[in-house]
């Protein structure tokens, strides 16, 4: 049936590519902050309410590990690969890490409040029901990334890059995306008030009550004054 004159004809999307599943050790070691140091490689360990707050690390290699009520507040990584771990309780809030790579990993129920993520990469990566309000991913790639029941107030995406990116049941109010690129990332049901840098959603795909939301920040940054 041919579509009437202005009707736009339905184009199939595939489904978003999916996160690849954290490969973690069977049984992994106890490990301790000791063996935090510039240049370490750890591999199967396990971090059980372990202490790493503002520790400052070059170079650190992390893979196939559980990390479970850790602490890691406050902490610096450069140039760091963490890989296929799974993330349970840990805090992470105003860590600062640059240049890090998170590959194959689940982050749960974890706090990343203030955290900045600059100039790295994020692949293969579940959050779920964690905070992540102020958090920065400015510069960063994100790649079949799952943000799911998330506290994302106020964070900063700017420049960033993102494909195959969800966003499910999260709260964006406030969140800034100037000048990031986007290739299929999909945002439903979540809070859009007060969103800045609107045009950098170019290409996304927004379903339920956001869609309103993002329109008044659309009219606003377009200098559209709506009244009741």
């Not at 202005?6 to 301790?32: E, F, I, S």
């Not at 170079?59 to 990584?77: K, W």
């Not at 494909?163 to 439903?188: I, P, W, Y």
């Amino acid at each position: 049936m041919t579509p009437a004159v202005g009707q736009q004809r339905d184009v199939y999307k595939p489904p978003l590519q999916q996160p690849a599943k954290p490969r973690v050790h069977a049984n992994p070691r106890p490990a301790t902050a000791e063996e935090f140091e510039d240049d370490a490689v750890l591999k199967g360990v396990l971090l059980d309410n372990t202490l790493l707050s503002g520790l400052e690390l070059e170079i650190v290699e992390m893979e196939q590990s559980r990390l479970t009520g850790t602490r890691m507040n406050g902490t610096t990584l450069e140039r760091c690969v963490l890989g296929d771990l799974v993330c349970e309780n840990v805090d992470f809030a105003n860590l600062r890490a640059r240049d890090t790579s998170v590959l194959r990993s689940t982050i749960t129920t974890s706090r990343l409040t203030g955290s900045h993520w600059t100039s790295g990469q994020f692949t293969d990566v579940r959050i779920e029901g964690a905070r992540a309000d102020l958090a920065q991913f400015r510069h960063s790639k994100l790649r079949r990334v799952v943000f799911r029941e998330t506290n994302l107030r106020q964070a900063d995406f700017q420049f960033a890059e993102l494909a195959h990116v969800s966003f499910e049941n999260c709260d964006l109010s406030g969140v800034q995306f100037a000048n990031s690129k986007m290739s299929r990332v999909e945002f439903t049901n979540c809070t859009m008030l007060d969103i800045g840098g609107t045009a950098g959603l170019k290409g996304a795909t927004v379903r339920g009550p956001g869609a309103m939301e993002l329109g008044l920040s659309l009219a606003r940054e377009a200098g559209i004054l709506i009244e009741s």
